[in-house]
């Protein structure tokens, strides 16, 4: 099992050490220090061995050993248990990814677990080194500053979206239709991002009134900026949800409308073919009479009506006539032709 790696922070300055978490806490203690704690895809056995030495809360334990959690503030004692989740948005997949970071605040000591491997914990300690006034602050400071950290880089995942969320906007009203493939999609990646976010606000409105009450003036303004950004997170990102579904409802409406006016056209077509179908066998039964007629007539048969009757041409001709007049007659009532 690979040891956690330690840090013991004196007056913000970093102190790296190869001791155990107890030793360390320890110097930590003696030195006036905090002392910071970092371990990257652990195991249940390194979890409960640190938990152990550090004497934390078992219930909080028995959480940091659940991964897949949602961000959330459990306080045990004089322990905070502060589950996190950074995230990330490849704009190639427009996936948001969303990593799980568990931190153990005490009063002078802070354990960060990357509980699915995906952060770096050495680069969350980075900007304890670049920001020395916050390790300065103690356990409560580097808190403030993870989760500075974790809403300053709900940001550019917020702009990817909106970026894509401009685009299916433009695409609405082209011919693809796959556009809803995208937007559900992109739908559910908005979702995850609720699922890290949306508990933000009520976490910081906690936290705030926490370490207010531990300072001399009441008041976290630290705390309270994050809070604020974290309502405004929140707020941004139901607003994603509510454009998608929107676009979704509107996307559906217009292939809906474009399918109505296809089957209206088949049916105008239908009703046209239908049209010149009548007119057509119309002309053809009008047509047709006068060859009836003809073709009686020039059977050369001996007893024939009329075939020694000296009108019987006129006749015959004045029979076509009448008939084919007749047809057209109620073939134009009823608007056949």
């Not at 082209?174 to 890290?196: N, Y």
Request: aromatic share 8%.
């Amino acid at each position: 099992m690979p040891q956690p790696q330690c840090v013991v922070y004196v007056d913000g300055t970093p102190h790296p050490t190869d001791a155990m978490p107890a030793d360390a806490l320890a110097d930590a203690r003696r030195r006036g220090g905090m002392l910071w704690v970092g371990i990257t895809t652990p195991d249940p056995d390194e979890i409960r061995s640190v938990a152990q030495l550090l004497g934390l809360e078992r219930i909080g334990v028995e959480g940091a050993l659940r991964t897949h959690q949602r961000s959330k503030l459990d306080r045990f004692g004089d322990h905070l248990f502060v589950v996190v989740q950074p995230s990330q948005y490849d704009d190639a997949t427009e996936a948001v990814h969303c990593s799980e970071v568990d931190l153990f605040v005490g009063k002078d000591f802070v354990v960060v677990i990357s509980a699915d491997g995906a952060v770096d914990t050495e680069k969350l300690r980075a900007l304890l080194d670049e920001h020395p006034d916050i390790a300065a602050r103690g356990p409560l400071g580097v808190l403030w500053g993870t989760f500075e950290y974790v809403t300053r880089g709900y940001r550019e995942v917020m702009d990817g979206i909106e970026h894509d969320i401009d685009e299916i906007e433009e695409e609405l009203f082209g011919e693809d239709e796959g556009v809803s493939r995208r937007i559900f999609a992109l739908q559910r990646e908005v979702i995850d991002l609720r699922h890290a976010t949306a508990p933000l606000p009520g976490i910081m409105d906690r936290l705030e009134h926490y370490v207010g009450s531990r300072m001399p003036s009441g008041e976290a303004p630290g705390y309270r900026e994050i809070a604020d950004r974290a309502r405004y997170i929140d707020a941004r990102v139901a607003a994603f949800r509510e454009t998608l579904d929107n676009a979704l409802t509107i996307h559906a409406t217009i292939v809906d409308q474009r399918r109505n006016d296809q089957m209206s056209e088949m049916t105008r077509t239908s009703i046209e073919q239908n049209d010149q179908v009548k007119k057509i066998s119309s002309w053809a039964a009008i047509g047709f009479a006068p060859t009836l007629v003809a073709g009686i007539y020039g059977m050369n048969f001996q007893n024939m009506p009329e075939l020694a009757w000296p009108w019987g041409y006129p006749f015959a001709l004045g029979l076509m006539v009448a008939v084919s007049a007749g047809l057209y007659a109620v073939f134009k009532k009823k608007d056949w032709i």
